[in-house]
C-alpha cells in the first residue's frame, strides 16, 4: 500500500506542477482542435472524432478508423508529427515531476 500512496502523492503534486498544467492543457487542445477538424471535414460523429484523435496521438493507432479526405489524411501527417511529440513532452513531465517529488522524500 505504500507505493500506491507514494504515486498518489506524487500524481496529486505533478498536477500542481504550472509545467505539468500547460503541457498537459495544450495536449488537451491539440486533441479537440484535431476532433473538430475531424468532425467537419471528415464527417464523423464527435464521440469517432475525439476517440480517433486521442488514439493518433497517442501512437495506439488501432486502424479502425482512418481519413478518407485527401485534406484529412494531410492534416493526420502533421497532427501525428507535432502531436506526438506534445504527447510524449507532456507524458514525460508529468513522469518526471512524480520520480522526483519520490526522489525529493527519500532525501528527506
Given at each position: 500500500?505504500?507505493?500506491?500512496?507514494?504515486?498518489?502523492?506524487?500524481?496529486?503534486?505533478a498536477?500542481?506542477d504550472g509545467r505539468?498544467k500547460?503541457l498537459?492543457?495544450?495536449t488537451v487542445?491539440m486533441?479537440?482542435?484535431?476532433?473538430?477538424?475531424?468532425?467537419?471535414?471528415?464527417?464523423?460523429s464527435w464521440?469517432?472524432?475525439?476517440?480517433?484523435?486521442?488514439?493518433?496521438?497517442?501512437?495506439?493507432?488501432?486502424?479502425?478508423?482512418s481519413?478518407?479526405?485527401?485534406?484529412?489524411?494531410?492534416?493526420?501527417?502533421?497532427?501525428i508529427?507535432?502531436g506526438?511529440g506534445v504527447?510524449?513532452?507532456?507524458a514525460?513531465t508529468v513522469a518526471?515531476?512524480?520520480?522526483?517529488?519520490?526522489d525529493?522524500k527519500?532525501d528527506?
Amino acid at each position: 500500500m505504500n507505493a500506491l500512496t507514494r504515486i498518489t502523492r506524487g500524481i496529486r503534486t505533478a498536477f500542481k506542477d504550472g509545467r505539468v498544467k500547460g503541457l498537459l492543457a495544450f495536449t488537451v487542445g491539440m486533441i479537440l482542435w484535431a476532433s473538430v477538424f475531424y468532425h467537419f471535414v471528415e464527417g464523423w460523429s464527435w464521440l469517432d472524432s475525439i476517440y480517433f484523435s486521442v488514439v493518433t496521438i497517442s501512437t495506439v493507432g488501432f486502424g479502425d478508423f482512418s481519413p478518407e479526405t485527401a485534406v484529412g489524411k494531410i492534416f493526420t501527417m502533421f497532427y501525428i508529427i507535432v502531436g506526438l511529440g506534445v504527447f510524449v513532452t507532456a507524458a514525460t513531465t508529468v513522469a518526471d515531476t512524480i520520480l522526483s517529488q519520490d526522489d525529493k522524500k527519500t532525501d528527506e
